[in-house]
């Protein structure tokens, strides 16, 4: 992939937990990454529903038992693998994926505009 940004490490996100990282220079919109085990899923952290962050403290993007993201403003629940939403007023209706690769080091990457 050409023109890409680096998140972090793989190593920097517990696994089964979430982090937010803030969109590229000048971008509206921050990103979100959930590790399970050796794979890293990345969305835009924005709610389909009214496109407000999904999480009302720091990287808090999880519900309780750590098994779905969850929109803290309206209670809606996605899917980790996809960002297909479950339950909530957006239901039917998908996180906005980011494409993301962990090279040879464990580093994480996204497309440099990813969250603009």
Known sequence: MTDERSLCRLEEIPDGKARGFAGPPGGFMGLLAVRRGEA???YVNSCPHIG???EMMPDRFLDGAGRR???AVHGATFRVED???LTGPCAGDSLEAVP???DAEGTIW???????
């Open 69 to 71: 993201i969850l929109c």
């Open 40 to 42: 890293v899923f990345v």
């Open 83 to 85: 960002g297909f939403c």
């Open 100 to 102: 993301a690769r962990i």
């Open 52 to 54: 407000v962050p999904l």
């Open 110 to 116: 996204v497309p440099a505009d990813a969250g603009a």
